[in-house]
Protein backbone atom coordinates (compact mmCIF):
# COMPACT_ATOMS: atom_id res chain seq x y z
CA UNK A 1 0.00 0.00 0.00
CA UNK A 2 1.02 3.27 -0.62
CA UNK A 3 0.02 6.78 0.67
CA UNK A 4 -1.92 7.01 -2.62
CA UNK A 5 -4.33 4.81 -1.64
CA UNK A 6 -5.26 6.26 1.72
CA UNK A 7 -7.51 9.31 -0.06
CA UNK A 8 -5.02 12.13 1.37
CA UNK A 9 -5.20 15.41 -0.76
CA UNK A 10 -2.32 16.17 -3.71
CA UNK A 11 -0.65 18.69 -0.93
CA UNK A 12 -0.45 16.61 1.73
CA UNK A 13 1.40 13.98 -0.50
CA UNK A 14 3.29 16.63 -1.63
CA UNK A 15 4.43 17.18 1.34
CA UNK A 16 4.90 13.64 2.10
CA UNK A 17 7.03 13.11 -0.97
CA UNK A 18 9.48 15.92 -0.07
CA UNK A 19 9.73 14.11 3.18
CA UNK A 20 11.10 10.56 1.40
CA UNK A 21 8.02 8.68 2.68
CA UNK A 22 6.58 6.11 -0.03
CA UNK A 23 4.95 3.55 1.84
CA UNK A 24 2.76 4.09 5.21
CA UNK A 25 3.50 2.76 8.30
CA UNK A 26 0.96 -0.02 9.66
CA UNK A 27 -0.26 2.35 12.50
CA UNK A 28 -1.38 4.98 9.26
CA UNK A 29 -2.64 2.41 7.43
CA UNK A 30 -5.06 1.62 9.72
CA UNK A 31 -5.58 4.86 11.56
CA UNK A 32 -5.74 7.64 8.21
CA UNK A 33 -8.95 5.98 7.30
CA UNK A 34 -11.20 5.94 10.24
CA UNK A 35 -9.83 9.55 11.15
CA UNK A 36 -10.82 10.80 7.68
CA UNK A 37 -14.52 9.17 8.17
CA UNK A 38 -14.85 11.25 11.10
CA UNK A 39 -14.10 8.16 13.53
CA UNK A 40 -13.09 8.29 17.48
CA UNK A 41 -9.93 6.65 17.88
CA UNK A 42 -8.14 4.50 20.36
CA UNK A 43 -4.58 3.43 18.97
CA UNK A 44 -1.60 2.07 20.59
CA UNK A 45 1.64 1.99 18.71
CA UNK A 46 5.73 1.11 19.65
CA UNK A 47 7.58 4.77 19.56
CA UNK A 48 9.24 5.45 16.41
CA UNK A 49 6.18 3.85 13.71
CA UNK A 50 4.78 7.23 12.71
CA UNK A 51 1.85 7.53 14.85
CA UNK A 52 2.32 11.32 14.55
CA UNK A 53 1.91 11.63 10.58
CA UNK A 54 -1.12 8.87 11.83
CA UNK A 55 -3.29 11.98 13.02
CA UNK A 56 -1.57 14.92 11.77
CA UNK A 57 -2.29 13.96 8.11
CA UNK A 58 -6.11 13.42 8.68
CA UNK A 59 -6.56 16.20 10.79
CA UNK A 60 -5.10 18.68 8.36
CA UNK A 61 -6.81 17.23 5.69
CA UNK A 62 -10.43 17.42 7.02
CA UNK A 63 -9.55 21.05 8.26
CA UNK A 64 -8.73 22.26 5.19
CA UNK A 65 -12.34 21.72 4.48
CA UNK A 66 -13.66 23.79 6.99
CA UNK A 67 -13.97 27.49 7.98
CA UNK A 68 -10.94 29.27 9.33
CA UNK A 69 -10.07 29.64 12.46
CA UNK A 70 -11.49 32.87 14.39
CA UNK A 71 -9.92 35.34 16.92
CA UNK A 72 -8.15 33.50 19.97
CA UNK A 73 -9.68 29.98 18.63
CA UNK A 74 -8.53 26.94 17.81
CA UNK A 75 -9.93 24.52 15.68
CA UNK A 76 -7.88 21.21 16.38
CA UNK A 77 -5.79 20.53 19.98
CA UNK A 78 -3.22 18.35 20.39
CA UNK A 79 -1.94 17.92 24.15
CA UNK A 80 1.14 16.35 24.62
CA UNK A 81 3.35 15.41 28.44
CA UNK A 82 6.36 17.23 27.60
CA UNK A 83 8.11 20.37 25.80
CA UNK A 84 9.76 18.41 23.65
CA UNK A 85 7.47 16.18 22.09
CA UNK A 86 5.14 19.17 21.75
CA UNK A 87 8.04 21.02 19.64
CA UNK A 88 8.36 17.65 17.56
CA UNK A 89 4.71 17.12 16.99
CA UNK A 90 4.00 20.77 15.84
CA UNK A 91 7.30 21.14 13.66
CA UNK A 92 5.78 18.08 11.86
CA UNK A 93 2.48 19.65 11.50
CA UNK A 94 4.09 22.57 9.82
CA UNK A 95 5.85 20.27 7.46
CA UNK A 96 2.73 18.55 6.17
CA UNK A 97 0.89 21.58 6.03
CA UNK A 98 3.42 23.23 4.25
CA UNK A 99 1.36 23.40 0.47
CA UNK A 100 -2.01 24.13 2.79
CA UNK A 101 -3.36 27.54 3.73
CA UNK A 102 -3.88 26.32 7.17
CA UNK A 103 -2.00 27.87 10.59
CA UNK A 104 -0.35 26.52 13.78
CA UNK A 105 1.12 26.82 16.90
CA UNK A 106 2.89 25.40 20.00
CA UNK A 107 2.45 26.60 22.94
CA UNK A 108 4.71 25.05 26.33
CA UNK A 109 6.18 26.30 29.56
CA UNK A 110 9.83 27.76 30.26
CA UNK A 111 9.15 30.61 27.91
CA UNK A 112 7.62 33.77 27.67
CA UNK A 113 3.73 33.82 27.54
CA UNK A 114 2.95 36.81 25.79
CA UNK A 115 4.17 35.84 21.91
CA UNK A 116 2.38 32.76 22.15
CA UNK A 117 -0.81 34.78 23.27
CA UNK A 118 -0.11 37.28 20.48
CA UNK A 119 0.25 34.21 17.99
CA UNK A 120 -2.95 32.83 18.84
CA UNK A 121 -4.88 36.30 18.79
CA UNK A 122 -5.51 35.40 14.86
CA UNK A 123 -6.72 32.27 16.15
CA UNK A 124 -4.83 28.90 14.57
CA UNK A 125 -6.03 25.93 13.02
CA UNK A 126 -4.04 23.22 14.97
CA UNK A 127 -2.87 24.04 18.84
CA UNK A 128 -0.23 21.92 20.15
CA UNK A 129 0.05 22.50 23.64
CA UNK A 130 1.00 20.74 27.39
CA UNK A 131 -1.65 20.94 29.55
CA UNK A 132 -0.06 23.47 31.95
CA UNK A 133 0.39 26.37 29.90
CA UNK A 134 -2.57 25.85 28.14
CA UNK A 135 -4.51 26.32 31.05
CA UNK A 136 -2.40 29.30 31.69
CA UNK A 137 -3.36 30.79 28.69
CA UNK A 138 -7.23 29.78 28.72
CA UNK A 139 -7.07 32.14 31.77
CA UNK A 140 -6.09 34.97 30.18
CA UNK A 141 -8.84 34.20 27.26
CA UNK A 142 -5.93 34.27 24.76
CA UNK A 143 -7.48 30.95 23.93
CA UNK A 144 -10.78 29.43 23.29
CA UNK A 145 -12.78 26.16 22.42
CA UNK A 146 -16.36 27.48 21.10
CA UNK A 147 -15.30 26.01 17.48
CA UNK A 148 -12.76 23.47 18.42
CA UNK A 149 -13.38 20.66 15.96
CA UNK A 150 -11.14 17.85 17.19
CA UNK A 151 -8.79 16.42 20.31
CA UNK A 152 -5.71 14.76 20.46
CA UNK A 153 -4.52 12.74 23.63
CA UNK A 154 -0.75 11.95 22.59
CA UNK A 155 0.92 9.87 25.19
CA UNK A 156 -2.39 10.03 27.55
CA UNK A 157 -0.26 7.70 29.67
CA UNK A 158 2.49 9.79 30.40
CA UNK A 159 0.22 12.50 30.57
CA UNK A 160 -1.39 10.61 33.46
CA UNK A 161 1.73 9.67 35.07
CA UNK A 162 2.68 12.94 35.47
CA UNK A 163 -0.28 14.10 37.39
CA UNK A 164 -1.92 16.30 34.43
CA UNK A 165 -5.27 14.31 35.29
CA UNK A 166 -7.20 17.28 36.82
CA UNK A 167 -5.50 19.52 33.97
CA UNK A 168 -6.98 17.12 31.16
CA UNK A 169 -10.43 16.76 32.68
CA UNK A 170 -10.56 20.65 33.42
CA UNK A 171 -9.65 20.87 29.09
CA UNK A 172 -12.31 18.62 28.51
CA UNK A 173 -15.08 20.17 30.35
CA UNK A 174 -14.43 23.41 28.50
CA UNK A 175 -14.57 22.14 25.30
CA UNK A 176 -17.65 21.12 22.77
CA UNK A 177 -19.53 18.31 23.58
CA UNK A 178 -19.28 17.24 19.30
CA UNK A 179 -16.20 16.97 18.82
CA UNK A 180 -13.73 14.20 17.45
CA UNK A 181 -11.46 12.42 19.68
CA UNK A 182 -8.13 10.96 18.92
CA UNK A 183 -5.88 8.71 21.86
CA UNK A 184 -2.87 7.58 20.21
CA UNK A 185 0.17 6.32 22.61
CA UNK A 186 3.10 3.97 22.44
CA UNK A 187 1.21 1.84 25.41
CA UNK A 188 -2.15 1.41 27.25
CA UNK A 189 -2.16 0.60 30.50
CA UNK A 190 -6.12 -0.61 32.13
CA UNK A 191 -6.14 2.47 33.80
CA UNK A 192 -5.65 4.70 30.99
CA UNK A 193 -8.02 2.23 28.85
CA UNK A 194 -10.60 3.08 30.74
CA UNK A 195 -9.92 6.69 31.51
CA UNK A 196 -10.10 6.45 27.40
CA UNK A 197 -13.10 4.74 27.31
CA UNK A 198 -14.77 7.09 29.03
CA UNK A 199 -13.77 10.04 26.86
CA UNK A 200 -14.15 8.87 23.35
CA UNK A 201 -17.03 7.94 21.43
CA UNK A 202 -17.59 4.14 19.81
CA UNK A 203 -14.31 4.17 18.98
CA UNK A 204 -12.05 2.54 16.67
CA UNK A 205 -9.04 0.38 18.54
CA UNK A 206 -6.03 -0.29 16.54
CA UNK A 207 -3.33 -1.67 18.29
CA UNK A 208 -0.45 -2.70 15.77
CA UNK A 209 2.06 -4.48 18.02
CA UNK A 210 1.87 -6.05 21.92
CA UNK A 211 1.39 -4.44 24.67
CA UNK A 212 4.72 -2.99 26.06
CA UNK A 213 6.82 -4.43 23.28
CA UNK A 214 10.24 -2.85 21.95
CA UNK A 215 11.08 -2.75 18.60
CA UNK A 216 12.64 -5.77 17.46
CA UNK A 217 15.17 -4.14 15.36
CA UNK A 218 16.93 -3.14 18.44
CA UNK A 219 19.61 -4.98 19.71
CA UNK A 220 18.90 -5.15 23.65
CA UNK A 221 21.50 -6.36 26.25
CA UNK A 222 22.61 -5.51 29.85
CA UNK A 223 26.10 -5.05 31.20
CA UNK A 224 26.14 -6.59 34.92
CA UNK A 225 28.81 -3.44 36.73
CA UNK A 226 29.22 -2.53 40.07
CA UNK A 227 27.34 0.96 40.64
CA UNK A 228 30.72 2.96 41.05
CA UNK A 229 32.09 1.79 37.73
CA UNK A 230 29.26 2.87 35.58
CA UNK A 231 30.79 5.77 34.83
CA UNK A 232 34.53 4.51 33.70
CA UNK A 233 32.85 1.45 31.92
CA UNK A 234 30.46 4.06 29.55
CA UNK A 235 33.31 6.29 28.96
CA UNK A 236 35.30 2.78 27.84
CA UNK A 237 32.17 1.63 25.53
CA UNK A 238 32.20 4.96 23.81
CA UNK A 239 36.03 5.35 23.60
CA UNK A 240 36.44 1.80 22.66
CA UNK A 241 33.15 1.38 20.04
CA UNK A 242 34.02 4.43 18.65
CA UNK A 243 30.45 6.15 19.73
CA UNK A 244 29.31 9.23 17.50
CA UNK A 245 26.19 10.02 19.02
CA UNK A 246 24.08 8.02 21.96
CA UNK A 247 21.52 9.08 23.99
CA UNK A 248 22.24 8.13 28.31
CA UNK A 249 19.30 8.36 30.79
CA UNK A 250 20.20 8.74 34.44
CA UNK A 251 17.34 8.35 37.11
CA UNK A 252 18.06 11.44 38.54
CA UNK A 253 18.88 15.14 37.76
CA UNK A 254 21.75 15.50 39.85
CA UNK A 255 22.80 11.93 38.82
CA UNK A 256 22.67 13.69 34.64
CA UNK A 257 24.45 16.31 35.67
CA UNK A 258 27.33 14.37 37.40
CA UNK A 259 27.41 12.31 34.66
CA UNK A 260 28.22 14.61 31.94
CA UNK A 261 30.66 16.28 34.12
CA UNK A 262 32.36 13.18 34.43
CA UNK A 263 32.33 12.59 30.42
CA UNK A 264 33.87 16.57 29.60
CA UNK A 265 36.33 15.86 31.93
CA UNK A 266 37.37 12.54 29.44
CA UNK A 267 37.41 15.02 26.52
CA UNK A 268 34.15 13.46 25.36
CA UNK A 269 31.17 16.35 24.16
CA UNK A 270 28.18 15.84 26.41
CA UNK A 271 25.16 17.76 27.19
CA UNK A 272 22.73 17.23 30.04
CA UNK A 273 18.92 17.54 29.58
CA UNK A 274 16.05 17.55 32.40
CA UNK A 275 13.90 19.41 34.05
CA UNK A 276 15.89 22.18 36.06
CA UNK A 277 17.49 23.42 32.86
CA UNK A 278 15.49 26.11 30.81
CA UNK A 279 13.95 25.30 27.79
CA UNK A 280 16.14 27.57 26.28
CA UNK A 281 18.93 25.19 27.08
CA UNK A 282 16.97 22.14 26.51
CA UNK A 283 16.54 23.33 22.84
CA UNK A 284 20.28 24.35 22.00
CA UNK A 285 21.09 21.01 23.59
CA UNK A 286 18.86 18.76 21.48
CA UNK A 287 19.62 21.12 18.51
CA UNK A 288 23.33 20.30 18.98
CA UNK A 289 22.57 16.60 19.43
CA UNK A 290 21.25 16.30 16.27
CA UNK A 291 23.30 18.52 14.12
CA UNK A 292 26.66 16.32 15.78
CA UNK A 293 27.88 18.92 17.74
CA UNK A 294 27.79 16.92 20.79
CA UNK A 295 28.58 13.25 21.35
CA UNK A 296 26.75 12.23 24.06
CA UNK A 297 23.14 13.60 25.57
CA UNK A 298 22.47 12.81 29.01
CA UNK A 299 19.04 12.78 29.88
CA UNK A 300 16.08 12.09 32.74
CA UNK A 301 12.69 10.31 31.95
CA UNK A 302 11.13 13.87 30.50
CA UNK A 303 13.13 13.24 27.27
CA UNK A 304 12.06 9.60 27.10
CA UNK A 305 9.40 10.38 24.49
CA UNK A 306 8.95 12.97 21.85
CA UNK A 307 12.63 12.88 21.05
CA UNK A 308 12.59 12.01 16.76
CA UNK A 309 16.43 11.72 16.35
CA UNK A 310 17.12 10.34 12.91
CA UNK A 311 19.32 7.37 13.02
CA UNK A 312 20.07 7.19 16.18
CA UNK A 313 22.81 4.40 16.71
CA UNK A 314 22.47 3.87 20.75
CA UNK A 315 20.88 4.25 23.92
CA UNK A 316 22.26 3.52 27.23
CA UNK A 317 20.07 2.99 30.43
CA UNK A 318 22.73 4.31 32.76
CA UNK A 319 20.03 3.53 35.38
CA UNK A 320 17.56 1.49 35.19
CA UNK A 321 14.07 2.98 35.50
CA UNK A 322 11.62 2.67 38.58
CA UNK A 323 8.92 2.20 35.58
CA UNK A 324 9.29 -0.65 33.63
CA UNK A 325 7.39 0.48 31.08
CA UNK A 326 9.69 3.69 31.14
CA UNK A 327 12.34 1.20 29.48
CA UNK A 328 10.50 0.38 26.45
CA UNK A 329 10.02 4.65 25.67
CA UNK A 330 13.21 4.66 26.34
CA UNK A 331 14.79 2.48 24.22
CA UNK A 332 11.91 3.56 21.69
CA UNK A 333 14.53 6.46 20.91
CA UNK A 334 16.41 4.08 18.56
CA UNK A 335 15.33 1.77 15.65
CA UNK A 336 13.21 3.72 14.65
CA UNK A 337 10.74 3.32 10.76
CA UNK A 338 12.46 0.25 10.68
CA UNK A 339 16.30 1.21 11.37
CA UNK A 340 18.17 -1.07 13.59
CA UNK A 341 19.28 0.43 16.69
CA UNK A 342 21.46 -0.75 19.57
CA UNK A 343 19.89 -0.70 23.89
CA UNK A 344 22.70 -1.07 26.41
CA UNK A 345 21.88 -1.31 30.47
CA UNK A 346 24.47 -0.82 32.60
CA UNK A 347 22.81 -3.27 35.51
CA UNK A 348 23.94 -3.40 39.40
CA UNK A 349 23.47 -5.42 41.91
CA UNK A 350 21.09 -3.31 43.68
CA UNK A 351 18.88 -2.97 40.37
CA UNK A 352 18.00 -6.38 40.13
CA UNK A 353 14.21 -5.95 41.54
CA UNK A 354 14.11 -3.62 38.42
CA UNK A 355 15.60 -5.67 35.99
CA UNK A 356 13.26 -8.98 36.84
CA UNK A 357 10.24 -6.13 36.32
CA UNK A 358 11.75 -5.13 32.97
CA UNK A 359 12.02 -8.45 31.86
CA UNK A 360 8.69 -10.00 33.07
CA UNK A 361 6.73 -7.10 31.00
CA UNK A 362 8.91 -7.40 27.85
CA UNK A 363 8.75 -11.24 28.03
CA UNK A 364 11.96 -11.45 27.01
CA UNK A 365 15.41 -12.09 29.40
CA UNK A 366 18.27 -9.82 28.19
CA UNK A 367 21.80 -11.29 27.37
CA UNK A 368 24.81 -10.01 29.89
CA UNK A 369 27.85 -9.51 28.77
CA UNK A 370 30.54 -8.64 31.49
CA UNK A 371 33.27 -6.79 30.08
CA UNK A 372 36.81 -7.48 30.63
CA UNK A 373 38.68 -5.30 33.53
CA UNK A 374 35.05 -4.12 34.63
CA UNK A 375 33.53 -7.74 36.11
CA UNK A 376 31.61 -6.85 39.02
CA UNK A 377 32.52 -7.66 42.68
CA UNK A 378 29.08 -7.81 43.39
CA UNK A 379 27.49 -10.71 41.60
CA UNK A 380 23.86 -9.92 39.71
CA UNK A 381 21.49 -12.58 40.54
CA UNK A 382 19.96 -14.85 37.56
CA UNK A 383 16.41 -13.32 36.66
CA UNK A 384 13.22 -15.77 35.26
CA UNK A 385 10.32 -14.55 33.78
CA UNK A 386 7.70 -16.40 36.10
CA UNK A 387 7.90 -14.65 39.37
CA UNK A 388 10.23 -11.86 40.46
CA UNK A 389 13.65 -11.75 41.80
CA UNK A 390 14.10 -10.26 44.94
CA UNK A 391 16.84 -8.95 46.89
CA UNK A 392 17.88 -10.79 50.15
CA UNK A 393 17.19 -9.36 53.26
CA UNK A 394 18.58 -9.70 56.76
CA UNK A 395 17.20 -12.50 58.90
CA UNK A 396 15.42 -10.84 61.83
CA UNK A 397 16.69 -12.82 64.93
CA UNK A 398 14.80 -15.36 66.21
CA UNK A 399 12.61 -15.35 69.68
CA UNK A 400 15.32 -17.12 71.69
CA UNK A 401 18.18 -15.02 70.32
CA UNK A 402 16.46 -12.11 71.28
CA UNK A 403 15.56 -13.16 75.00
CA UNK A 404 18.88 -13.88 75.47
CA UNK A 405 19.87 -10.90 74.49
CA UNK A 406 17.29 -8.67 76.72
CA UNK A 407 18.79 -11.45 79.55
CA UNK A 408 22.20 -10.47 79.11
CA UNK A 409 24.15 -8.39 81.73
CA UNK A 410 26.75 -6.51 79.32
CA UNK A 411 24.05 -5.52 77.10
CA UNK A 412 23.78 -2.03 77.82
CA UNK A 413 20.81 -0.91 75.33
CA UNK A 414 18.16 -3.05 77.03
CA UNK A 415 15.00 -1.29 76.90
CA UNK A 416 13.41 -3.18 79.30
CA UNK A 417 15.96 -2.16 81.94
CA UNK A 418 13.88 0.65 84.49
CA UNK A 419 15.87 4.01 83.78
CA UNK A 420 16.78 5.36 87.35
CA UNK A 421 16.17 9.45 88.06
CA UNK A 422 19.08 11.22 87.51
CA UNK A 423 18.78 12.35 91.08
CA UNK A 424 19.62 8.87 92.85
CA UNK A 425 16.39 7.01 94.25
CA UNK A 426 14.28 9.81 95.16
CA UNK A 427 11.81 11.50 92.87
CA UNK A 428 12.21 14.12 90.32
CA UNK A 429 12.12 17.46 91.70
CA UNK A 430 8.58 19.25 91.26
CA UNK A 431 7.27 15.21 91.74
CA UNK A 432 4.00 14.78 93.84
CA UNK A 433 4.91 11.84 96.56
CA UNK A 434 2.01 9.85 98.36
CA UNK A 435 1.99 9.89 101.60
CA UNK A 436 1.59 6.74 103.89
CA UNK A 437 -2.07 7.64 104.57
CA UNK A 438 -2.68 8.27 101.04
CA UNK A 439 -2.65 12.06 101.37
CA UNK A 440 -0.28 14.37 99.53
CA UNK A 441 2.93 15.81 100.52
CA UNK A 442 3.92 19.74 99.54
CA UNK A 443 5.78 19.37 95.88
CA UNK A 444 7.88 21.92 97.99
CA UNK A 445 9.49 19.22 99.71
CA UNK A 446 11.63 18.27 97.16
CA UNK A 447 11.44 20.96 94.49
CA UNK A 448 15.45 21.70 93.75
CA UNK A 449 17.31 18.92 95.82
CA UNK A 450 17.80 15.39 95.93
CA UNK A 451 16.42 13.28 99.08
CA UNK A 452 17.38 12.43 101.55
CA UNK A 453 20.33 8.86 102.07
CA UNK A 454 19.88 8.97 105.46
Known amino acids: MKFDDLGLSAPLLKAIKKQGYENPSPIQQKAIPAILDGRDVMAAAQTGTGKTAGFSLPILQRLACGRR ?17 AAQVGE ?67 MLDMGFIRDITRIISLLPKRRQNLLFSATFSDDIRALAKGLVKNPIEISVSPRNAAAGSVSQWICPVDKKRKAPLLTYLIKQGGWDQALVFTKTKHGANKLTKHLLSEGITAAAIHGNKSQAARTKALADFKAGEIRILVATDIAARGLDIEQLPQVVNFDLPNVSEDYVHRIGRTGRAGLTGEAISLVSADEIDLLSSIERLIQKLLPRREIEDFEPTQLLKETTLNHPVRRKKPRKPLNRETNQSNNSKHNNNNKSRKRKSVYGQGPKPGAKAKGAGGGRTSPNKFRGKPASTS
Do not use: C, W
Not at 79 to 84: A, V
Not at 114 to 137: E, F, S
Open 69 to 85: AQPNQARALILTPTREL
Open 92 to 158: SVREYGTHTDLTSAVVFGGVKINPQMMKLRKGVDVLVATPGRLMDLHSQNAVKFDRLEVLVLDEADR
